[in-house]
């Protein structure tokens, strides 16, 4: 009886990148863990940086520190983007566009400071003084970018705005209740005290805000009138003097002068007129 001759079966070796069964029952198996872990970053570059290690042959430690670095920074990024966002500024600037060349009274070494977001951490606030013009508003956007970058939540308006929500809240009898939902927020910045006087029953609101953030959450204003003008802006100077009190007690004053933003455009282009 003749024994039937076979051909021996050479193994097939998987091209570069092809899927073998236990690599794809692994990318499953990783798929759904970065779903339950909710670290769509990870299940994004996995695969990629795997093949970057085993070209430049890292340590597993190695490798597992790029995964997560690449995971935290898109979620930090994606955090800021969301805060920024929440913060409601009206347009965002930030310090590296602000021409500081233009506020010699503006100390950089505190500006520095402030960028930090270390008065966040301590609940302490900044008040930006001066007049119109000159860049308070642009520098206090600034800021509040700053501390979004640095992870703090932050909540931006006008004087005559932030009356106005507590004024809805107080006629609806949530006055405490909104109170206790702006205490959320890291830093609350009040653009332009001054421009508009505020009656009484609105110096009153006015005044529970300041309060309920004393030593519990920081504030950032910005004012066109030195503090012995603001009785004028709340109409009594109790109340203001009190107000001043609780803000000045952990806070910067940073008293700026310089030339108008505007006042400065126009002369120069009056002058360039003149040249031609």
Do not use: C
């Not at 009356?163 to 109170?179: D, F, K, S, V, W």
């Not at 110096?203 to 504030?219: C, H, K, T």
């Not at 030339?259 to 002058?271: G, I, M, P």
Request: proline share 4%; no cysteine.
């Amino acid at each position: 009886m003749t024994t039937p001759r076979t051909t021996p079966t050479t193994p097939t070796t998987p091209k570069p990148g092809a899927k073998t069964g236990a690599s794809t029952e692994l990318g499953s198996k990783l798929a759904y863990l970065t779903r339950a872990l909710k670290t769509p970053t990870i299940a994004r570059v996995w695969d990629d940086l795997a093949a970057q290690a085993r070209d430049l042959n890292w340590s597993h430690e190695e490798y597992l520190t790029a995964v997560l670095e690449r995971q935290v920074a898109d979620r930090e990024s994606a955090g800021t983007t969301m805060r920024i966002r929440t913060a409601h500024f009206p347009q965002v600037k930030t310090l590296e566009e602000f021409n500081l060349d233009h506020l010699p009274s503006l100390r950089r070494d505190l500006l520095a400071h402030l960028a930090t977001g270390t008065f966040v951490a301590k609940a302490e606030n900044v008040i930006l003084l001066g007049p119109p013009g000159i860049g308070k508003t642009h520098l206090a956007i600034g800021l509040g970018v700053k501390a979004t970058q640095a992870g703090y939540s932050v909540l931006f308006d006008t004087a005559s705005n932030w009356i106005t929500r507590l004024a809805a809240a107080h006629q609806a009898g949530q006055l405490e209740t909104e109170l206790r939902k702006i205490r959320r927020y890291k830093l609350i910045i009040i653009d332009e005290v001054g421009y508009i006087p505020f009656d009484h029953d609105a110096a009153n609101l006015f005044f529970q805000l300041i309060a309920s953030r004393y030593e519990q959450g920081s504030v950032m204003v910005t004012s066109n009138l030195p503090f012995g003008r603001w009785g004028e802006v709340f109409g009594d100077e109790i109340v203001a003097a009190a107000m001043i009190d609780r803000l000045v007690h952990h806070a910067e004053v940073l008293t700026l002068s310089g030339d108008s933003y505007r006042t400065r455009a126009r002369r120069e282009l009056l002058a360039k007129d003149r040249d031609n």
